[in-house]
């Protein structure tokens, strides 16, 4: 009796461990069968002439997606560049004080403001920015990308640097460096790695985001680096183009899906490398 108790426990382990291999691997098949499907459609479409020449007009064969790369390229170098700095020192900040009612609110805040639809962002940026500029803008697409990568870095950047021991600090307030210096010189360099995933991360987000885009940037069919006007990026020429009618629209959006799986993929892998390379250490 005893050892047919042990038996079906036995068994009734590897049955589990079969059961969440199983599920581990299914977890898997959305994203090969996405990864395939787009390879497949998209590969035949990228050449130096699709990555270096603009859309053409209707009837016309050919083109590429040159404006849109570099419109993707600005519009979130942009919006790194305003919420990185905001973001990191956010971060510091919920991390350096734990209790308080300033901090609770900002955390709250925070958490809400992840949870915002990129819709919602866009309508937002389009009262706050667009309107009152008088037209659409890539710098309005760009703060409201920047919103949306805000919570991801305040996070991660408060996560990593309450994993950082207390002796750190000590030891440079001892050797009576002020406190802006011992943020700067020890603590963020300490915990970069989780500081730089979570920028990668973000950026990682608001790549695809089409949403914030159409109310604000709109897109441009020509080569633009001007930042008052509007500026095509790669989700909103795969919008526009894969639900036109023409048959050249549609190729040019699978190989623009594909540079964009591509450019997602390479962040996500870089940021693994990141947090590989500088892990930190308590």
């Known amino acids: 009796m005893r050892t047919d108790n042990i038996q079906y426990r036995i068994g009734k382990s590897k049955g589990f461990k079969i059961l969440t291999f199983v599920l581990a691997f299914a977890c898997m098949i959305p994203l090969a069968a996405i990864l395939f499907f787009i390879i497949k459609a998209g590969i035949t479409r990228i050449n130096f002439h699709f990555l270096v020449n603009i859309p053409r007009p209707v009837g016309e064969k050919g083109g590429g997606i040159a404006n849109a790369l570099l419109g993707s390229v600005i519009i979130i170098a ?102 802006h210096r011992v943020i700067f010189k020890v603590i963020i360099p300490v915990g970069i790695s989780g500081i730089l995933s979570g920028v990668m991360l973000s950026i990682a987000r608001i790549t695809g985001e089409t949403a914030p885009l159409l109310f604000t940037a709109f897109g441009n069919p020509y080569l633009s680096a001007d930042v008052t006007a509007p500026m095509q990026s790669l989700p909103l020429l795969i919008f526009n183009y894969a639900t036109s009618p023409y048959n050249d629209w549609h190729d040019l959006a699978w190989g623009a899906s594909l540079i964009l799986l591509i450019w997602v993929l390479f962040l996500n892998v870089f940021t693994k490398l990141i947090s590989a390379r500088w892990k930190v250490q308590l």
């Open 78 to 179: 942009l919006a790194s560049f305003i919420a990185i700095p905001i973001g990191i020192l956010a971060g510091v900040y919920l991390s350096e004080n734990k209790k308080g009612r300033l901090a609770y609110w900002c955390r709250l805040s925070v958490d809400i403001l992840q949870g915002i639809p990129s819709i919602v962002i866009g309508i937002i940026a389009y009262f706050w920015l667009v309107k009152p500029l008088g037209g659409f803008s890539a710098f309005s697409g760009s703060v409201a990308l920047a919103i949306m990568m805000l919570p991801v870095i305040v996070r991660s950047t408060e996560e990593t640097l309450k994993m950082l021991p207390p002796s750190l600090k000590e030891a440079a307030f001892a050797l009576g460096m002020p406190f």
